[in-house]
Structures are given as structure tokens and as C-alpha cells.
């Protein structure tokens, strides 16, 4: 029988995994919401949804600290080794991607009011298709999170050539009102810049898919990620 100090020390090892767990899926669901509603404050001119997504960032932050702070303790006193070192770092890993997720959110929010944009003349249609796609791969990205899952992370990691060929698409098409009209060039900057970082969220997803498919495998998916679109 194993000893009642051995079987506690057990226990809040499991416990202390656990509450990584929750810390990352806890971060991972604000971020989702964050970039729904930085999107939503883009398309739709939503003054709430604008405000909303920033006032997230403090939140993500924190959380962030406390994954960093728990994993240092894991690693300093748990010593975990295989697949929990795996989980352990990738943990850490993720958290420092979904912090940057819930920055790029933040950063299309708070352009999602400029005067430039409200009054722009330029049809959304592309930017909405982008948006929804990132938001689809982030959500797989945060299920796959949840329920460790390979296959999904590395279905995510496939789709991300498709986010790469709209953006290319959407870059060439606001480069193209730009050159046709110099008043077009307020508005489309700015949507270059959101388009910009809903294509940097993608990687980021990407790159978490990535962590959850080495930490549940241990197998490492190729280095050259599939790529779409080229400015060539």
C-alpha cells in the first residue's frame, strides 16, 4: 500500500496539473471572445463589442503570469517527466501565444471606430470571410486544448493556408482602392492593419496546435508549415 504522505504528494501533483489545465482552457475561452467581438466591432461598428475586447487584455494577462508561475513550480518541484513534461511545457508555450492572440484582438478593436472606418466606402465581405475563418480555426484550436486532441490540432494546422490566401487576397484587393483613389488610403490602411492581425491570430493558433499535437504524441508535425497564397 502506498504511503498516505506518498499518496497526498501524488494527489496534488494531479491537482496542480488539473489547475494548469484550467488556467490554459480558462484563457483560451476569453481569448475566443475576444476576437469575436473585436470582429463583430470591425463589421458590424459595434461601439460595445469595441470597448469589450481590450477591457479582456488585463484579464488574459494575469492569467498568463499565473500559468508561468505554476509551471515554474511544476518544474521545480514536481520534476514531471514523459508526456507530463511535455504537457508542462507546451502549457507554458501556449499560454504565451494565447497572450498574443487576445493583443491582436485588442489592436483590431480599438481600430474598429476610427472615423476612417466608420465612413468607409469599401465593402467588408472579404475581411468578414477572413474573420470567420480565423475564428473557426481558433475554436477547433481551443477544443483540440480541451480535450487533447491530435487529429484536430493537426487539422488546424492544415487550414491555416487557407487564412494565408485570403489575406493575400484581401491585401492586393485594398492596395488596389488605394491606387485608384488616394482617399481610399485612411480606410484601407487601417484594414490592412486588422487583416494583418487576424492573419497573425491564425498563426498563433497555429502554433498552439502544434504544441498539442508534440504534447499529446511526442511527435513533432513538419517544420515547413503548409502555406497558402503569395505576394509574388
Request: proline share 4%; aromatic share 4%.
Given at each position: ?10 494527489q496534488s ?39 469589450d475586447?481590450p ?50 484582438a ?17 465593402s ?6 477572413m ?19 491530435p ?14 490566401e ?10 488596389t ?34 504544441r ?21
Amino acid at each position: 500500500m502506498m504511503p498516505q504522505e506518498s499518496m497526498h504528494t501524488v494527489q496534488s501533483y494531479e491537482q496542480e496539473l488539473e489547475q494548469l489545465r484550467s488556467l490554459i482552457n480558462k484563457m483560451g475561452g476569453m481569448v475566443e471572445r475576444q476576437v469575436a467581438q473585436a470582429i463583430t466591432a470591425v463589421v458590424e461598428h459595434d461601439e460595445a463589442a469595441a470597448v469589450d475586447a481590450p477591457e479582456m487584455d488585463p484579464h488574459v494577462d494575469e492569467l498568463e503570469r499565473q500559468t508561468e508561475a505554476l509551471v515554474i513550480r511544476l518544474l521545480a518541484l514536481r520534476a514531471p517527466m514523459a508526456g507530463d513534461l511535455r504537457e508542462v511545457v507546451a502549457a507554458l508555450k501556449m499560454s504565451g501565444d494565447l497572450e498574443r492572440i487576445g493583443d491582436c484582438a485588442a489592436s483590431i478593436a480599438r481600430r474598429a471606430m476610427r472615423n476612417e472606418l466608420l465612413s468607409c466606402p469599401i465593402s467588408l465581405t472579404g475581411l468578414h470571410s477572413m474573420g470567420r475563418l480565423v475564428q473557426e480555426n481558433l475554436r477547433r484550436t481551443i477544443d483540440a486544448m480541451d480535450q487533447r486532441d491530435p487529429e484536430l490540432a493537426r487539422i488546424v494546422w492544415q487550414s491555416d493556408t487557407a487564412v494565408d490566401e485570403l489575406y493575400v487576397s484581401l491585401f492586393r484587393e485594398l492596395v488596389t482602392y488605394m491606387m485608384e483613389d488616394p482617399r481610399n488610403i485612411g480606410s484601407c490602411t487601417h484594414l490592412l492593419f486588422i487583416a494583418k492581425n487576424l492573419e497573425r491570430i491564425g498563426d498563433h493558433a497555429t502554433n498552439i496546435s502544434e504544441r498539442v499535437y508534440y504534447s499529446v504524441t511526442g511527435n513533432i508535425l513538419p517544420i515547413i508549415r503548409p502555406r497558402g497564397g503569395t505576394f509574388d
